[in-house]
């Protein structure tokens, strides 16, 4: 083939796809960028110049911290716990225990669900007095609580919900991961006499680092992009105490539409996540074995 | 772990009863949603094993909200969104896999920004955008942003990397074109990973809620989890035995595919996972 | 400005040649968003009503779309407001007048119902309900579902605990009394039963309301240009509210889900709940014991705001779509049909001569307590309404949920909240 044409080839068939994703990708960061130095165009007047007044009303607004605060704790809250679960869940699931086509049933089965209809079967779950958790904590003789109403067990509420989502998406990937390793491995290991615990500890583990890379770089995300349980459960209340970054946007853009301290509340999230990008290639790429 | 270790009986019941009972934890907010939408209203908060089961909390949310509607909204936007993937992430990839051109690798850093930055966090300009082409509060809407699917390109351009060159040269030199040497050699062998990206992609998108909340208004556009929603929304008089139907009603098609084509599905989502 | 695009254009072509294709039958649409915010088959009622008037009017077709809560009602029709394409008419909140009116949405009335019978309609309803329907001496919405709060009570639990079943608390100091004596613990201290329930969650400041206005004090002027949350009386109403689950431990604490109320008042859970005069059909076919429907108790007089939505009519919608919407409304306010919906729903009857017809008069003899809320009128105010209403009822709703999870103390919270209000209201003008 010429060279010149494998040019034009090359292009011609990347063309489409390039252009819905500058228009819908590229194309909005920069303008998120654009929109947060002027103020929200009212009734017929156009946006005037406004500097870095919207950034400046950011740092003095306390629902912003307050989402900031609470969305930290959130991905403190969810990833490592539903990593953790997500390996546990696969070493059992990849194993000869009994039941296990069950198991990995019950554990993946969330994933599949609207996160909607789970948000909705746990607000039924952790409604006070009839609610499932109220029946079952009465039986161990726990106090009756108003779990998604008081500010400070409504967030961890939020957190068990996500958890309960995300662990089997995980646990699927360890799974195949698990099932990479070849058994000549775990042979010659226990020929030297290591223990099970040593054996994966030192080998299935840093076996597995890809894999973990990848599962926590996707926590991360969903940590900053799913708010649909927020919606549906809490509304970010009581008193923004579930208040997450992306929910506040949606409430300022499209509650309040006040779009260009919105666009301004973007940039944040915009800047978290290419950190978490240039986090993802420039240091853990270094710490990984490869097989 | 290997079956080179095998762990005592004591270690294996321990293991057993624990890896049980997290699956019962596991299972039982969605096993407490189908006794509710199965059982009268009356006992939707008590567990009496002889109660009566019934259909009428489906009737009754079925009939609350045009649920066929929706339902037919869900099941136009998630063909549309993945032949539209499966169009354009196919010939993108097959240009990153197999052609030399300028500002290739720059062009597929950018690409892999969506990975990163995908279109529900930028929901304001979208939505911007959206207004300024006329097309708001319609299914294309909902559509369009996730058409360019980062992660397809991604996934197919390894697959198509592994095809041996010779079948490309082969198919060369019987005069195929550039087109035809994709559609005859490449998207054949790409079966599995079409598969793998389908399953995923309409998973996604038949899930998907803040972007089409924002972006519809009218009963024709919204699909069956912004219905849910609207549906469910606080300022009724919750009814839970209605509204579980209504959840098990939503999340039917994708649970009840899941069941049926439990190792497809889980073989999909494992092949996307694999780097 | 209607930008060119793609969409408009082919919306354009199309609707030319449907125009063409329909030749002399020249028909208005009138689309019309509602919200569902009580419990029972609405929908049904509405397209029921709609098909009816389509019926009478046969050049005008209507196409009723159901939005969800008025929250997400007022959000689509902004939305379509903004991208050029509004609904004719919709039912939105009262209090959400001012916003309308800042984002240049609607068209008020007068301009409209220009005849001598429409001016007369315009004066035919409750004051209380016009309240939050005019401003700068224009109508911009008119009265359609409207509600007040009411106390319902279980008077099987009345009788229980030794009250008399048919005698609901009169004033704060008796619902403290009744409420502490209808609360039943079990043997490990839980509440299995709590004395009285007051939702907080999603628009706490209407619940607040059934405060302030009984101690005496306004949240807002009439106007919507200032709030007076820090005022003394306003404090000591929400400490008395903050108090029920607090210290006299006869409601749970933290923040009460207001959809699940109604169904914590069949399950028993509460003797006595605060919730719209709009749940009242619903409550009616629910509950499986005796009720009581009673105004809100007393402390310096008798008061609650008044609630739900009024129809509006969009700016953007053309003339013929505008006077259809109006002979729309007017139709749906019929003295007959407001008695109807009342009765279907709960809702208050929006106008006098409605409670003087036939039906609704025999309704309200074989069950009286739908007149409750109409009686509670006399004493009811204009809900908190302002601009940037958005803004401003969640800084108030943030700081009154900070109380009830005792985040805060009543007079922190409140001063806060004004101080957040006025920063809003300041920048808005």
Not at chain 3, 109 to 116: V, Y
């Amino acid at each position: 083939m010429k060279r010149g044409s494998a040019h034009v080839t090359g292009w011609l068939l990347l063309l489409p796809a390039a252009a819905l994703l500058a228009l819908f990708t590229h194309f909005p960061v920069a303008a998120t960028l654009w929109h947060s130095f002027f103020a929200t165009p009212k009734g017929g007047r156009a946006a005037p110049f406004v500097g870095l007044d919207n950034y400046r009303v950011m740092v003095a607004d306390e629902v912003f911290w307050r989402s900031m605060v609470n969305n930290l704790w959130f991905a403190l809250g969810t990833i490592p716990v539903s990593i953790a679960l997500a390996l546990i869940m696969a070493l059992w699931v990849n194993g000869k225990m009994r039941g296990r086509t069950w198991l990995r049933m019950a554990f993946f089965t969330p994933t599949v669900l609207p996160m909607i209809a789970v948000a909705n079967i746990w607000m039924f779950f952790y409604t006070p007095q009839y609610g499932l958790l109220e029946k079952l904590t009465s039986l161990f003789g726990i106090a009756s609580h108003n779990w998604l109403g008081s500010e400070s067990t409504a967030l961890i509420c939020v957190i068990v919900v996500a958890i309960w989502k995300e662990a089997g998406f995980f646990m699927i990937f360890y799974l195949a991961a698990l099932q990479q390793i070849s058994p000549s491995l775990g042979e010659a290991a226990a020929l030297e006499g290591a223990s099970r615990g040593y054996y994966f500890r030192r080998i299935v583990f840093p076996l597995l680092m890809p894999t973990t890379l990848f599962v926590l770089v996707n926590a991360v995300i969903n940590s900053f992009r799913l708010v649909d349980h927020i919606v549906v459960m809490t509304k970010g209340g009581p008193n923004n105490a579930t208040s997450l970054l992306l929910f506040h946007i949606y409430q300022v853009g499209f509650n309040f539409w006040d779009s260009a301290y919105a666009a301004a509340l973007s940039m944040v999230l915009l800047a978290i996540l290419a950190l978490v990008a240039v986090g993802q290639f420039v240091f853990l790429d270094k710490r990984i074995h490869y097989q | 772990m290997s079956a080179a270790f095998t762990p005592t009986r004591a270690e294996a019941a321990i293991e057993t009863t624990a890896a049980w009972l997290l699956g019962v934890l596991w299972i039982l907010p969605l096993a407490y949603a189908v006794w509710t939408a199965f059982h009268p209203s009356e006992f939707s908060a008590r567990f009496v094993l002889t109660a009566p089961l019934t259909l009428e909390n489906f009737a009754k949310a079925w009939d609350a909200a045009p649920f066929a509607r929706y339902f037919f909204n869900s099941f136009a936007l998630v063909t549309m969104v993945l032949a539209a993937q499966l169009v354009l992430c196919t010939l993108a990839a097959y240009a990153f896999a197999r052609f030399e051109f300028w500002g290739k690798d720059a062009a597929f850093l950018l690409v892999l920004v969506q990975l990163m930055i995908m279109p529900d966090v930028l929901i304001v300009e979208n939505y911007t955008t959206m207004a300024r082409l006329g097309i708001l509060d319609s299914i294309p809407a909902i559509g369009l942003p996730y058409m360019a699917s980062a992660f397809g390109i991604f996934l197919l351009r390894q697959t198509f990397k592994s095809v041996p060159r010779e079948l490309d040269e082969a198919a060369r030199v019987e005069g195929a074109s550039p087109l035809q040497v994709l559609v005859k050699v490449y998207v054949p062998l790409a079966r599995p990973t079409y598969l793998a990206f389908g399953l995923v992609s309409v998973s996604h998108h038949w899930n998907n809620f803040l972007w089409p909340l924002i972006v519809t208004n009218s009963v024709t556009s919204r699909p069956v989890t912004v219905g849910l929603q609207v549906f469910s929304s606080g300022d009724q008089g919750i009814d839970w035995s209605i509204i579980t139907a209504a959840t098990l009603m939503t999340s039917a098609p994708l649970l009840i595919g899941f069941l049926l084509f439990q190792r497809q599905f889980v073989q999909s989502f494992m092949r996307a996972g694999i780097r | 400005m209607k930008a060119f695009t793609i969409g408009n254009a082919l919306r354009s072509i199309a609707a030319g040649f449907a125009l063409a294709a329909m030749g002399a039958l020249a028909q208005t649409e009138v689309t019309f968003y509602y919200p569902v915010a009580v419990g029972g088959p609405i929908t049904k009622t509405i397209d029921q009503m709609s098909a009816d008037f389509e019926k009478e009017n046969p050049g005008i077709k209507v196409k009723p779309i159901y939005a969800g809560t008025y929250q997400e009602t007022i959000v689509k029709s902004l939305t379509a407001h903004k991208s050029g394409t509004p609904p004719t008419t919709a039912i939105l909140l009262s209090t959400d007048m001012f916003t309308l009116i800042d984002e240049d949405a609607i068209v008020p009335f007068d301009d409209l119902a220009t005849s001598a019978d429409d001016k007369a309609w315009i004066k035919s309803f409750f004051p209380a309900f016009m309240a939050n329907s005019q401003t700068g001496g224009k109508t911009w919405g008119i009265p359609f579902q409207r509600s007040t709060i009411v106390l319902y009570w279980n008077k099987e639990l009345f009788k229980e605990a030794g009250l008399d079943p048919d005698k609901a608390p009169a004033n704060w100091k008796e619902m403290v009394e009744y409420a502490q004596k209808l609360t039943r613990r079990d043997a490990s201290g839980n509440a299995t039963q709590w004395g009285v329930q007051v939702p907080s969650s999603g628009f706490p400041y209407w619940l607040f309301q059934g405060f302030t206005t009984p101690n005496g004090v306004e949240l807002m002027n009439a106007a919507g240009t200032e709030t007076y949350f820090d005022k003394p009386e306003v404090i000591e109403a929400l400490a008395y509210w903050v108090d029920l689950g607090r210290k006299h431990k006869v409601m749970n604490i933290g923040v009460i889900e207001w959809g699940t109320t109604p169904k914590d008042f069949f399950e028993k859970k509460a003797a006595m709940i605060w919730t719209t005069t709009g749940n009242l059909t619903n409550v009616k076919n629910n509950a499986k014991f005796d009720f009581g429907v009673a105004m809100l108790p007393a402390a310096k007089r008798r008061g609650s705001p008044t609630g739900g939505g009024n129809f509006y009519v969009f700016k953007k919608a053309t003339k013929e779509q505008q006077a259809a919407a109006v002979k729309f409304a007017k139709w749906m306010t019929t003295p007959e049909r407001a008695a109807q919906w009342g009765m279907d729903t709960g809702y208050v009857a929006v106008r006098p001569d409605a409670w003087e017809t036939a039906r609704m008069k025999e309704y309200v003899k074989g069950f009286p307590v739908a007149a409750v809320a109409r009686d509670q009128l006399q004493y009811s105010v204009a809900e908190l309404s302002t601009h940037d209403n958005q803004r401003v009822t969640k800084a108030l709703n943030d700081g009154l949920q900070a109380a009830l999870t005792g985040a805060k103390t009543p007079e922190q919270a409140m001063k806060d909240a004004q101080a957040e209000a006025t920063r809003i209201l300041k920048s808005a003008r």
